[in-house]
C-alpha cells in the first residue's frame, strides 16, 4: 500500500498526456466510495484518437454497499461520458462481488487477465543461463542490449516505436479502443516518479542490426523492494519460434538476481489467450495470484441500467 503522502502526491500531479478526475461520496465525513476517471489530455498528440475513451476505477466500503452509493457514482459517470463525448470506459476488477455488479449494470468482460507471481528462491539459475544462450545459438547475428535503472533519453525515444509496434501484438481480446503506444512524455513522467521515490527501470533487448527482435522490461521500486514488476515480454513476427521469450526472461531474471538481492518475487500479468507466454511462466514456477477482468460500458448501456425502477430507488436512499 502507498503511503498517504505518496497517494496525496500521485493524485495532486499533472500528467502529460491525461488528465484525471475523482468523485467521491461521504457519508459526513467518513469517505465511503470514490470514482476515478483518467482520459486524453486536451491538445496533447493524437487526442481525437483518444478522446473517446476513457479509463475508470474506484468502489464503495463493504459496510456500505447495497445502499445505492454506486449508483450514484456512476450517474456521475454517465454525466461526464455525455458532457465530454466519451464513447467507452474501461475498467479492470478481480472481486467476485465487482464481476457481479458489473454484470448486472450490463457491462460486458473484454479480456481476462492473470496477475502471475514467482519466487526467486530456488530458480535453477544453470537451466536459465542455458535459456538466455540458447537463442543466440539459433538465430546468428544477434545482440544483446541491456539497461538498468535508466535508459538514456534518445535512446529511449528511438525505442519508443518499436515497442509501439511490438505491444500491438499483444492479445487484446474484444476490448475496443486505441492501440497501445509507448510515447517518450510518458515515460519522461515516469522516470521523474522513480526518481522521487527510488526505482529502477530494467530493459533487456535482442537487436539484429537496429531492429528489435524480443524485448523483456520490469521496474523495481524501493519501496516495496521485495518484488520486480516485469511489463512488456515481445518478440518480433519474423523472430518467433527461435526461443527468444525464454532467452530475454532469463536474462531478466538473471538481471534481477544480480541487482536486486532483496527480491523474492516477479509479478507479471498476462491475457489468458497467450499461449506462448502463459507456457513460457508456467515452465519457470509462476502461479496464478488473482484473475482481473477487463470490462467495458457505454453511456447507451448506463442509461438503460439507470433509468430502471430499482437505480432509481437505489439514488433516492444514497441520497
Known amino acids: 500500500m502507498l503511503s498517504d503522502a505518496d497517494f496525496e502526491h500521485l493524485v495532486r500531479?499533472?500528467?502529460?498526456?491525461?488528465?484525471?478526475?475523482?468523485?467521491?461520496?461521504?457519508?459526513?465525513?467518513?469517505?465511503?466510495?470514490?470514482?476515478y476517471l483518467e482520459s486524453r489530455r486536451k491538445g496533447s498528440a493524437d487526442y481525437d484518437t483518444f478522446a473517446p475513451h476513457l479509463s475508470i476505477g474506484g468502489g464503495v466500503l463493504h459496510p456500505h454497499r447495497r445502499r445505492g452509493v454506486g449508483t450514484a457514482l456512476?450517474?456521475?459517470?454517465?454525466?461526464?461520458?455525455?458532457?465530454h463525448q466519451k464513447q467507452t470506459a474501461t475498467l479492470s476488477v478481480h472481486l467476485p462481488e465487482a464481476h457481479a455488479f458489473l454484470g448486472a449494470i450490463g457491462a460486458t468482460?473484454?479480456?481476462r487477465m492473470f496477475e502471475n507471481r514467482l519466487a526467486l528462491a530456488g530458480l535453477d539459475w544453470p537451466e536459465l543461463a542455458r535459456w538466455k544462450d540458447a537463442a543466440a545459438s539459433q538465430a546468428t547475428g544477434l545482440r544483446w542490449e541491456i539497461h538498468a535503472g535508466r535508459v538514456p533519453s534518445d535512446r529511449l525515444a528511438q525505442l519508443m516505436?518499436?515497442?509501439s509496434q511490438l505491444a500491438g501484438d499483444m492479445p487484446r481480446g474484444a476490448l475496443a479502443g486505441p492501440p497501445l503506444r509507448f510515447e517518450l512524455q510518458g515515460h519522461l513522467g515516469w522516470y521523474e516518479e522513480l526518481d522521487r521515490t527510488g526505482g529502477d527501470h530494467l530493459v533487456v533487448l535482442l537487436l539484429d542490426g537496429d531492429e528489435v527482435a524480443a524485448v523483456c522490461s520490469a521496474h523495481w521500486d524501493a519501496r516495496f523492494g521485495d518484488r520486480v514488476y516485469q511489463a512488456l515480454t515481445a518478440v518480433a513476427r519474423r523472430w518467433r519460434g527461435k526461443g527468444l521469450a525464454k532467452s530475454v526472461k532469463a536474462a531478466m531474471l538473471q538481471l534481477v538476481h544480480e541487482r536486486y538481492p532483496q527480491a523474492r518475487m516477479?509479478?507479471?500479468?498476462?491475457?489468458?489467450?497467450n499461449g506462448p507466454i502463459l507456457t513460457i511462466n508456467q515452465r519457470l514456477g509462476f502461479v496464478t495470484h488473482r484473475r482481473n477482468g477487463h470490462?467495458?460500458?457505454?453511456?447507451?448501456?448506463?442509461r438503460r441500467f439507470l433509468s430502471r425502477p430499482q437505480a432509481a430507488s437505489d439514488r433516492a436512499s444514497a441520497h
Open 13 to 35: 500531479r499533472q500528467w502529460p498526456l491525461v488528465e484525471t478526475r475523482r468523485f467521491i461520496a461521504r457519508a459526513g465525513d467518513e469517505v465511503i466510495g470514490n470514482l
Open 74 to 83: 456512476l450517474r456521475h459517470l454517465l454525466g461526464f461520458m455525455e458532457a
Open 109 to 111: 468482460e473484454k479480456l
Open 161 to 163: 516505436g518499436p515497442f
Open 266 to 273: 516477479i509479478i507479471t500479468s498476462n491475457a489468458e489467450t
Open 295 to 302: 470490462y467495458q460500458i457505454d453511456p447507451q448501456t448506463l
